[in-house]
């Protein structure tokens, strides 16, 4: 990812070697952390380092891992790192300033600890939305069908109840999981999961920096027990779930819905560009008093150097903001055609559901008026039963008469 390596826009030499022609560039050295599981202290001191050159510009970084501690993420090739020597005073002729946390308890004379400005890895952490933007990440993720996937950084036993909420919310969601972790711990997760027909898949454990930066960039939510790793996720995207060692099952439905329902917003903390500032400032001011010289002292060339270093610098930032700005637009229009696309599909659909309904109604009553049209020729019309049928009554008056005469008949016979 381009956006964080180090432009190395000022040639290689120490300042304070040419103290008498004033400062030319600064030669920088940071050191970067290694023990970690994840290497968001990695990320994080890159994004820290390419802010100090955009802000103290024209200088040079170098980049340096402990010897004792070999880089568990030597293979991030966006950086040429060296070893830290056991005795940093070595680097005192190479290097005007070495920045790097916990240098403060060495007593260097040219270290600068990121805590000299209340600033904590934690606090550099939240540089990752500057420079782990979506575009420079997307064809860095190290599986692309896993993107907008629930991603469980599987670390020891998991309880069940984590395994069961992850699989439910999987399957109504219907979107992959991946896991981060030992192989272990990740086959004892993918039994438990197997119990709700749910399976998983690992997205390796040798990621570089790069592609571990792009899989959290792209997660759906990202369910750990890990805080760094919590606290990153909260800073890109806010779509995190943090596991207790004794998760209840109905708080973890809530906050995996709450993660990717939209309602959560990534942190923000509004101290941390005064805090970077202020780091900046002594960074510079610990190379001017090495040269013995104040700040205002600069040539009016070397300041005009200077400010034209800054304002390259800005420039190229503020151009990628605004292509950022303008994706974005491009973004929300597109979106907005599309409902209103929809919207006026919705709206042919329902008119033209109204004609057929009215042209169905029109053809019932038509098939009924010649169904009666046929039934009247085949039959002839209709006719009402007349109230009394004197045909029938007439009859019945021929058989009573009848009855009556053989009465009177047989009346006569027996006198």
Do not use: C
Request: neutral net charge; without cysteine.
């Amino acid at each position: 990812m381009t956006s964080i390596k180090s432009t190395n826009t000022a040639a290689s030499g120490s300042s304070h070697k040419s103290a008498a022609q004033g400062r030319q560039n600064l030669n920088v050295g940071i050191v970067l952390p290694t023990e970690e599981r994840h290497p968001i202290g990695w990320l994080a001191t890159r994004a820290l380092g390419a802010e100090i050159e955009w802000r103290n510009g024209p200088i040079h970084i170098q980049w340096f891992v402990e010897k004792s501690r070999p880089a568990l993420w030597s293979s991030d090739l966006s950086l040429k790192t060296e070893e830290l020597p056991e005795n940093i005073n070595e680097l005192d002729n190479d290097l005007d300033v070495i920045l790097g946390h916990g240098l403060a308890s060495q007593k260097i004379e040219f270290a600068v600890d990121p805590a000299e400005a209340e600033l904590t890895l934690s606090d550099t952490a939240t540089l990752l939305t500057r420079y782990l933007s979506p575009n420079l990440t997307r064809g860095t993720h190290p599986a692309p069908s896993l993107q907008n996937s629930i991603l469980v950084d599987v670390n020891g036993d998991l309880p069940q109840a984590v395994a069961n909420e992850v699989a439910r919310h999987a399957m109504s969601r219907t979107i992959p999981v991946a896991l981060l972790g030992a192989e272990a711990d990740q086959n004892r997760f993918v039994q438990q999961l197997k119990r709700h027909n749910q399976t998983a898949t690992n997205v390796a454990r040798d990621l570089d920096p790069d592609e571990f930066g792009a899989l959290i960039e792209y997660a759906a939510v990202v369910v750990t027990g890990d805080a760094a790793l919590q606290n990153m996720a909260q800073v890109l995207h806010g779509r995190s779930v943090f596991i207790n060692p004794k998760p209840a099952e109905h708080t973890l439905q809530r906050e995996l819905w709450a993660a990717t329902s939209g309602t959560s917003l990534p942190r923000r903390d509004p101290t941390t560009e005064a805090k970077i500032q202020r780091l900046a400032e002594i960074v510079e001011q610990t190379a001017l008093l090495r040269l013995g010289r104040s700040i205002s002292n600069r040539s009016g060339a070397q300041e005009r150097e200077r400010i034209k270093q800054i304002t390259l610098l800005q420039e190229q930032q503020a151009l990628h903001w605004n292509e950022q700005r303008r994706r974005s637009k491009e973004t929300i229009d597109y979106l907005r055609q599309e409902i209103l696309s929809v919207e006026s599909k919705l709206n042919f659909a329902e008119n033209e559901a109204e004609r057929n309904r009215r042209a169905l109604q029109a053809q019932h009553n038509r098939l009924n008026q010649l169904e009666m049209q046929t039934a009247e020729r085949d039959q002839g019309p209709a006719r009402l039963h007349r109230s009394v049928d004197w045909r029938s009554v007439l009859a019945q008056i021929e058989r009573d008469a009848l009855k009556l005469l053989h009465w009177l008949r047989r009346q006569f016979e027996k006198r």
